[in-house]
């Protein structure tokens, strides 16, 4: 590590993840304002480099600044926001005609099959930019998926932010791709022709589909389909929920998700199967060539997708740093190989898929050596189980504190799924591209589709099985950011002290942990403090609560139903809420100083003012408003997601006359009132 700590890419690294960080949540500067900060501080590092400059103090503030620069300006320049012909320039809301063209894939709603369409013009001026296509089930997909689709009169609309608290957010994560928009054909009113423009990722999608068609002859089952689909050509788009869940709570869902697990794979098996071109004068060079041109086509084939060409640059760089020097830690490849992605992609230090990748990888070259060391085995067969289980567990540790930000919860058999799922998945992946070769010339048998579908199931019967497991999964962890940041440099010292034993570090290492246990100390005092009165949103109901320290009461609340919905178990999660009752039933609720006066559809309530009071709108209830806020004078009117969104948008227009605040969870999401 010490080593990895002198290497300059890395400080380079560093400073242009901070840079891009920073452009990202606080946009700074355009980038061509940025580019002349950086070409003067160039100028500045090529008088140090040719000293003309002394390398002091000032000289690594100078580089840092360069770098952190480069940052800012990388991604400016791949912000799709920023971009001239940036789409959005030049539309006309329910004017413009919108020429696209589909890219890429994605999983279908009940009504709709959606795609990743990229914006070719606006009214006959070429433009730049993606959005989100939903076309209707009715409309026959095959008939437009290689055109250019013409849509006059397009009626862009921008993605669904997230309704509740500590809800997944689509609209963020479609941000950070670059998408802001999604637009609708629910009809035939739109024109298509030939797209004279196919490049990479279109070829891509007409490969991969062409592929797809052919299995579909084959008597696959769904769910053999659904697996085959995300092992071989990175589509998880057909898995189902109940399946995906298993894979999750069995700790593999990296089986379902090409990354390095599988370029991996596949290297070593191109790497065994030309490891006879050794024997000539040029083999070597001729062995890497040939390896990197297959994983760059496997990577083709799959879609160019963001896991698999970070995966693929990630590998190429570690085998052109073993064929270039010998004696390169493979961790200098590794942050080579970062360091060139972010720079092409800056958009990749948002994806979770991106840095789980980097930290397993990373997780295994420095962590899996040390427990290694810990048992040396005499037979080969316990030596590679041996090897197997602590290359899991460096991996599982290395990403513990990040999956638990994200996702909240731990497997606790991952383990096991790893030694029974990873000595096969060779064997799976393989035998799998065999089976596409078949299928794509025609010529697969069915005494092929028959054991292959069988191999699929019996690992989709295992994982299950796994799953099934409920107690040994650990689930509502709460990860705040700031606890994450803390157990990784706790993990950091750890390394260093196994590395090599000095009383220093350990003080480093106590010093951590009594940091994390201040902070959890803090949390857990801060969790006493807190009060409030939430209308949560939920389409065609009401759920209402009042939070008390670690106390949540619920409106309706029918245990294990209500307590499923995502939205709430996020929000049990993140709060550190553990004790769930229902709320008592009344028009009529206190909370602080407030009066909460609940109206449903019967559309009683008190005839009278009442002081600091706030109206709750649910079940569409039929009232006068003007009369309403006459008699009562409320402080704010709220409406949720049990109304009738007409009925709303008479409200709010009275409302507004009124002057009376009016909060839609429609359209602002749920309703927090704090004590």
């Known amino acids: 590590m010490k080593k990895l700590l002198r290497y300059i890419p890395m400080h380079i690294l560093l400073c242009v993840i901070f840079g891009i960080y920073i452009q990202h949540t606080y946009l700074l500067l355009r980038y061509n304002y940025i580019s002349i900060i950086l070409g003067s501080y160039i100028v500045l590092i090529l008088l140090f480099f040719l000293k003309i400059l002394q390398q002091n103090l000032f000289f690594r503030i100078s580089f840092s600044v360069v770098f952190i620069s480069l940052g800012v300006t990388t991604y400016s320049i791949a912000n799709n926001f920023n971009k001239e012909n940036f789409y959005k320039r030049f539309y006309i809301p329910e004017k413009s005609t919108i020429s696209l063209s589909i890219t890429e894939k994605l999983k279908p709603n009940k009504y709709s099959n959606r795609f990743v369409a990229e914006v070719i013009q606006v009214d006959q001026k070429n433009s730049s930019g993606e959005l989100i296509l939903n076309i209707d089930k009715s409309i026959l997909i095959d008939s437009i998926y290689f055109k250019k689709i013409i849509i006059p009169r397009a009626k862009l609309r921008h993605i669904n932010k997230a309704k509740n608290l500590h809800d997944f957010d689509y609209s963020k994560y479609l941000k950070n791709r670059g998408i802001i928009h999604q637009l609708y054909l629910n009809d035939k009113r739109f024109t298509k022709e030939n797209n004279k423009n196919i490049g990479f990722s279109k070829l891509a999608l007409i490969f991969r589909n062409s592929l797809q068609e052919k299995l579909k002859v084959y008597s696959f089952t769904k769910n053999q389909s659904a697996v085959i689909n995300a092992l071989l050509l990175g589509q998880r788009h057909e898995i189902s929920s109940e399946l995906r869940d298993n894979y999750i709570n069995a700790g593999a869902i990296h089986i379902l998700a090409i990354s390095g697990l599988h370029i991996g794979i596949i290297f070593y098996f191109l790497n065994y199967l030309f490891q006879h071109l050794l024997q000539f004068e040029r083999g070597k060079i001729l062995r890497t060539v040939l390896i990197v041109t297959l ?3 496997f990577a083709f084939i799959t879609g160019l997708s963001a896991s698999v060409v970070r995966a693929t640059i990630m590998i190429t760089f570690v085998i052109i740093g073993k064929l270039i020097q010998r004696n390169q830690p493979v961790e200098f490849s590794l942050v080579s190989s970062m360091l060139v992605i972010l720079l092409i992609n800056p958009m990749f230090a948002f994806d979770v898929g991106f840095q789980l990748s980097y930290l397993a990888v990373f997780g295994i070259v420095w962590i899996q050596p040390i427990l290694f060391k810990f048992w040396t085995p005499k037979s080969f067969l316990f030596s590679k189980f041996w090897e ?43 035998l799998g591209f065999i089976v596409l070769a078949l299928a794509f010339l025609n010529i697969l048998p069915e005494f092929l589709v028959t054991f292959y579908g069988k191999t699929i199931d019996t690992m989709n019967f295992v994982i299950d099985k796994i799953a099934s497991q409920e107690e040994f999964i650990l689930t509502k962890i709460n990860m705040p950011f700031s606890n994450m940041i803390i157990c990784y440099i706790l993990i950091l010292f750890t390394i260093l002290l196994f590395e090599k034993f000095k009383l220093k570090i350990v003080f480093k290492v106590l010093f951590t942990i009594l940091i994390l246990q201040s902070f959890y100390i803090y949390q857990k005092h801060d969790i006493k403090s807190k009060k409030e009165f939430i209308v949560f949103h939920k389409n065609k109901n009401s759920v209402i609560g009042i939070r008390n320290q670690n106390t949540l009461k619920l409106t309706n609340y029918k245990g294990s139903e209500l307590g499923k919905t995502t939205f709430l178990k996020n929000y049990i999660t993140k709060e550190n809420i553990t004790k769930i009752d229902s709320l008592v039933k009344g028009d009529v609720l206190k909370f602080s100083d407030y009066f909460i006066i609940s109206i449903d559809s019967i559309a009683v309530y008190p005839n009278k003012k009442l002081k600091n009071s706030i109206i709750i709108l649910k079940h569409s209830p039929k009232l006068n408003m003007e009369r309403l806020l006459k008699v009562i004078q409320p402080k704010a009117v709220i409406a949720d997601g049990s109304n009738y969104k007409s009925y709303m948008k008479q409200w709010k227009n009275t409302c507004k006359k009124q002057k009376t605040p009016f909060h839609n969870t429609y359209e602002d999401g749920a309703y927090i009132l704090k004590e």
């Open 295 to 297: 994983l760059w086509l």
């Open 388 to 430: 197997l289980s602590t290359v899991s567990v460096a991996a599982q540790l290395s990403t513990l504190p990040i999956s638990l930000y994200y996702f909240h919860q731990f497997p606790g058999l991952f383990l096991v799924t790893n030694l029974l799922i990873i000595p096969f998945i060779s064997f799976i992946l393989i």
